[in-house]
Nanobody
Framework: VQLQASGGGLVQPGGSLRLSCKASGVIFSTSVMGWYRQAPGKQRELVAK???????NYVDSVKGRFTISRDNVRRTVWLQMNSLKPEDTAVYYCTTQRSGMDYWGKGTLVTVSS
C-alpha cells in the first residue's frame, strides 16, 4: 500500500490549502480514507474520514471549515482546508486500512502563521 500525500505549506490565518493523497495497493473504491494530523507536542488526531460512497465525518474543531472528498477513478482523496487557524498547524497524514492493518502516508506539513 502506498499513500502519496502533497499540498502542505505555509499559509496565513484565514487562508486555504488543499491536501491531496493518491493511493495504490488497495481496493480504493471500497476503502475508507482518512486524514489525521499531529501538532507539536500533541497526540495524533483524526481530522476527517470518508467512506467509499462518500459519507464523511469530521472532528468538531474543523466542521464547517474543512471538506474531505474523493475520486475513486483517480484513486485520490482531498482535504480542502478553509479559514485556517494557527491551531491547525500540524503534520497531516493520509491513512487507510487493508486486511485490518493501518497504512500511513508520509506526512505533509501545514503551517498557519502570519
Amino acid at each position: 500500500v502506498q499513500l502519496q500525500a502533497s499540498g502542505g505549506g505555509l499559509v496565513q490565518p484565514g487562508g486555504s490549502l488543499r491536501l491531496s493523497c493518491k493511493a495504490s495497493g488497495v481496493i480504493f473504491s471500497t476503502s475508507v480514507m482518512g486524514w489525521y494530523r499531529q501538532a507539536p507536542g500533541k497526540q495524533r488526531e483524526l481530522v476527517a474520514k470518508i467512506t467509499g460512497v462518500g459519507s464523511a465525518n469530521y472532528v468538531d474543531s474543523v466542521k464547517g471549515r474543512f471538506t474531505i472528498s474523493r475520486d475513486n477513478v483517480r484513486r485520490t482523496v482531498w482535504l480542502q482546508m478553509n479559514s485556517l487557524k494557527p491551531e491547525d498547524t500540524a503534520v497531516y497524514y493520509c491513512t487507510t486500512q487493508r486486511s485490518g492493518m493501518d497504512y500511513w502516508g508520509k506526512g505533509t506539513l501545514v503551517t498557519v502563521s502570519s
